[in-house]
């Protein structure tokens, strides 16, 4: 390869990594709020829960991005995350039939199981302000954050039949 050929193709590689450097921590485009479906959690409970259930994962982390506590092992209200965050590493919080929202979605967790009982005010207050800023940074539209369950493909009750969806719809908009 003469130097010329080696010249261009250096500054053609560097710009496609530094494009893709810039693309993937702002790639978001959904939101997806879930709900643990028990009473207790903590980022260590969620990475061995997950270890469990997805042994053939190669990102050994918490599925969400975020974690929101209810008072039973995290503080009610405590927003917590882990590497997967950090990094800003794909998700593995919906199903197969929407890679795109585990690829370009932020999955936030709340503890508890809101098919049994009401969301917690304080986790209620931090979920609403961590989904607003998410919004206000990544410039996400209201239209593209849903409960888990309320998104096309997905057959699951999650977030739970008492999480309050209308009324967080109205708060985020």
Not at 51 to 80: C, K, L, S, T
Not at 109 to 133: H, R, S
Not at 160 to 171: A, D, T, V, Y
Request: proline share 4%.
């Amino acid at each position: 390869m003469n130097r010329r050929t080696f010249l261009k193709t250096s500054a053609i590689s560097g710009c496609l990594l530094g494009a893709g450097a810039l693309y993937w921590p702002n790639r978001w485009k959904y939101i997806v709020v879930h709900h643990s479906a028990g009473n207790f959690g903590t980022i260590e409970f969620l990475q061995r829960v997950h270890r469990e259930r997805q042994a053939g994962d190669p990102v050994d982390a918490i599925p969400y991005h975020y974690v929101i506590g209810n008072g039973n092992g995290m503080e009610e209200g405590e927003v917590g995350s882990d590497w997967r965050q950090r990094y800003a590493i794909w998700g593995a919080h919906v199903s197969g039939r929407n890679m795109d929202r585990n690829l370009r979605g932020i999955g936030i967790c709340l503890i508890g199981n809101f098919d049994i009982d009401p969301v917690p005010e304080g986790q209620f207050v931090a979920l609403v302000e961590l989904t607003k800023a998410l919004m206000s940074k990544y410039q996400i539209a209201a239209e593209e954050v849903s409960g888990h369950g309320h998104t096309d493909g997905e057959q699951t009750n999650c977030p739970g039949r008492l999480f309050p969806m209308e009324r967080f719809m109205k708060e985020i908009a």
